[in-house]
Nanobody
């Protein structure tokens, strides 16, 4: 069965950094577009970053451009989200997502809290 296991969330002070990881199993990793979403309390789910099959292209939500970097390692079936210059408004549950046409799979979510 498909499984997406996230790690790396936690508590960090403003201007700090975190790196989230998501290890994927049970699917052909290299054909899936990989995404990070987040959802803060009372807000809509928001696309944070997306990366293409071979890692050749990536895009980001406007609120994180210049601060976050998505990457993938197809040999390790892992997608990462490097988060720098964190702000309190980055506080949310972050979800790893894999999609291929109509197929979508989700991680369990990991809490990121940015606070002084």
């Amino acid at each position: 069965q498909v499984q997406l296991v996230e790690s790396g969330g936690g508590f960090v002070q403003p201007t700090g950094s975190l790196r989230l990881s998501c290890v994927v199993s049970g699917l052909t990793f290299s054909i899936y577009t990989l995404n990070w979403f987040r959802q803060a309390p009372g807000k809509e789910r928001e696309l944070v970053a997306t990366i293409s099959r071979n890692g050749g292209s990536a895009d980001y939500g406007d609120s994180v451009k210049g601060r976050f970097t998505i990457s993938r390692d197809n040999a390790k079936n892992t997608v990462y989200l490097q988060m720098n210059s964190l702000k309190s408004e980055d506080t949310a549950v972050y979800y790893c997502n894999a999609n291929y046409y109509t197929y979508n799979y989700w991680g369990q979510g990991t809490q990121v809290t940015v606070s002084s």
